[in-house]
């Protein structure tokens, strides 16, 4: 294990990128990341094992870094891509956080998706300190980050934040879109995933009820993905096993977005809802769905799409 300790040649003047969250997500775009930027790579995560096997996988011209404010002090460009609110607040502004060794001028990219208010207070502190700050989250899932074909939602404070953002994300993705102002992009992603939910549980629903009126599932697959029903959830990531090879419901519904990490962003559109006062009937119904199908631990680790087996009373 190498850690750096400040004394490498990455603590020079030139473009450095610090890259913090190495799961399943982060792993697989930091790896495009690095392979695509003519720049030194230093990485963190809580997790050394993951840290470890991403050096050994780059190879030379990446550092480990012994924590985010270690990292932020040698990076030019710094990117986030972490599971929860929590996390991101403990890696920006914790005692060992970003925001204690941040460059000024520095560039920071957070990728996670979170509470829009959490975000843009993150964000304005991180920006108070001389640095910018930047949110970019990401539709995609798994697959998407392995094949670097990510949609990234931003919101920035200028032109000139989104156009250097935008660089950088092209590398890990194939559509950046800015969305307005800081905490445009968590707001977008938000609404995004409200319309997935729904869109999951309603093509679920009719697919179990096509295959209890004795329909082949590959058949009503075809239809409705030539009809007017057609969305993602039915030609991409269709959740009855064996219809989309690719799909994680053919793989035991593992390697997707998991059913519990769909429970948490319902919670954050549900904290914006009231926050702004929205009605929220689908989207309600929709957390409700998700938080009865977490309690079930072994169903919350498994792909959003599992929720045609809990709609059909079976197990994968």
């Excluded at 560039?107 to 930047?134: E, H, K, P, Y």
Aim: with cysteine; charged share 15%; proline share 3%.
């Amino acid at each position: 294990m190498l850690y750096s300790t400040g004394a490498s040649s990455s603590s020079g003047g030139g473009k450095v990128i610090g890259f913090i969250g190495l799961g399943q997500m982060g792993f697989n775009m930091a790896r495009h990341l690095r392979a695509k930027s003519n720049a030194e790579f230093i990485v963190y995560d809580v997790n050394h094992h993951a840290m470890e096997l991403f050096q050994a996988e780059s190879g030379k011209g990446v550092d480990l870094a012994s924590s985010p404010a270690e990292l932020a002090s040698r990076s030019s460009v710094i990117v986030t891509v972490l599971p929860e609110s929590a996390h991101v607040k403990e890696a920006y502004l914790g005692e060992s956080g970003i925001i204690k060794g941040v460059r000024q001028g520095a560039l920071c990219i957070d990728s996670s998706t979170i509470d829009t208010s959490v975000s843009t207070d993150v964000s304005r502190q991180i920006i108070a300190v001389g640095a910018r700050a930047v949110d970019a989250p990401i539709s995609g899932g798994i697959m998407g980050a392995k094949a670097a074909t990510l949609t990234f939602m931003v919101g920035s404070q200028t032109d000139n934040d989104f156009e250097q953002a935008r660089a950088h994300l092209l590398h890990m993705g194939k559509n950046v879109v800015r969305c307005g102002d800081l905490g445009a992009g968590q707001a977008a992603k938000i609404c995004n995933n409200l319309l997935l939910a729904i869109s999951m549980i309603g093509t679920a629903e009719a697919m179990n009820l096509g295959v209890q009126l004795g329909l082949d599932p590959k058949i009503l697959a075809s239809i409705v993905n030539t009809s007017s029903g057609r969305c993602w959830s039915s030609d991409t990531a269709n959740p009855v096993p064996d219809v989309i090879a690719t799909a994680p419901s053919t793989n035991s519904y593992n390697d997707g977005f998991k059913s519990r990490l769909m429970l948490k962003d319902l919670g954050l559109v549900s904290n914006a809802a009231k926050d702004s006062k929205t009605p929220l009937m689908l989207g309600a119904l929709a957390e409700n769905i998700y938080r009865h199908l977490s309690n079930d631990s072994a169903l919350a680790e498994k792909d959003f799409s599992v929720v045609y087996q809990w709609l059909a009373g079976k197990r994968p």
